[in-house]
């Protein structure tokens, strides 16, 4: 989900239903990814226990999620 202002975004990181809306109800906040911050240790935040829960439950991450946890 796209948070910020005007040329300054930040990303929520979240466990969806699948049957949901894309930018509705999520069902928990797993992360933040902040793409202008300067160094790299800082764009990207995850809880990795949440993460490992969603995982273990069966939900798939996306490709761009994918490469956030990577770069994590």
């Known amino acids: 989900l796209r948070q910020g202002t005007k040329k300054k975004p930040n990303y929520l990181i979240v466990a969806v239903d699948r049957e949901k809306k894309r930018d509705g ?4 906040k797993i992360g933040f ?3 202008k911050k300067e160094k790299t240790s800082e764009k990207v935040i995850l809880n990795k226990d949440a993460l490992k829960k ?5 939900a798939e991450l996306t490709l761009t999620v994918k490469e956030l946890v990577r770069f994590a």
């Open 54 to 58: 969603w995982t273990d439950r069966g």
């Open 25 to 28: 109800e999520y069902l928990e």
């Open 33 to 35: 990814y902040y793409p």
